[in-house]
């Protein structure tokens, strides 16, 4: 008999849940409690569901996916070394905001800081305003100084690829109900019920399902060696 996960499960759709949001900044949504990401937080929640799958998969000798329409299963190993100081293990019981609030510091961009004295660098930027000047004065001069192609992340775990809030959330559900033995007809329906009244793109065909499988497959492969 199929083992069954425990910690990892289907990601419920409420009124909250915003789709349409992609992998670039967008307001209010590169923040986690005062601090600035490089990408939606949206996109660090699904990675840390990812990985916490992944991680219980391979703990409980789970194999993912593969039961209805392939006859292959994946086994999956986590890139231990990369995913050190996620401490996964710790937190397996954890939400996703607990364990952000701990981990904040791996994924921040590193704050701005009044210093007193300053160094010449290649790493920082420098610079002079008279402390009486009026704010939009300094942040209009600021803009013109600090170009916008000179952005390169400096967290220690950063998003490399471009996803689709859309489809990455179809991926990891349709991942976990597959783990668990739900029939693709099951499925096609939760997929239809929870995503097609978001889209009417929405397919629930047998080549769509396939394909759908296939894209999460290759997602939860990428993720598990540190690509995401």
Known sequence: MTSK??????????????????????????????????????FYRMW??????IHECEKNKIKIGGVHHHSKRLTL???????????????????????FADKIHLFA????????????????LYL???????????????????????????SKYSIKNVYK???????YNTLVMRTNGVSAMKIADFIESTYGKHSDK?????SSLRRLFRASEETITNVATGNY
Do not use: C, P
């Not at 425990?6 to 949504?29: C, E, G, P, W």
């Not at 190993?77 to 364990?99: M, Q, S, T, V």
């Not at 002079?128 to 600021?142: S, T």
């Not at 929405?202 to 047998?206: A, L, N, Q, R």
């Open 165 to 171: 809030y859309f489809y990455l959330h179809q991926q």
């Open 109 to 124: 961009e590193e704050k701005v800081s009044l210093v007193k004295s300053a160094e010449e660098s290649d790493e920082y």
């Open 5 to 42: 996960l425990i910690h990892s499960k289907v990601i419920r759709v409420t009124s909250r849940t915003n789709f349409y949001v992609d992998a670039q900044l967008q307001f209010d949504m590169n923040k986690f409690r005062g601090y600035a990401l490089d990408k939606a937080v949206h």
């Open 48 to 53: 840390f569901h990812l990985v916490r799958l």
């Open 202 to 206: 929405v397919s629930t065909s047998y």
């Open 128 to 154: 002079k305003f008279h402390r009486n000047m009026r704010k939009r004065d300094v942040m209009r001069q600021v803009r013109k100084i600090v170009k916008e192609d000179r952005f390169k992340s400096q």
């Open 77 to 99: 190993k986590l890139n231990k070394r990369f995913y050190k100081d996620w401490e996964i293990d710790k937190y397996i019981d954890a939400n996703f905001d607990d364990w």
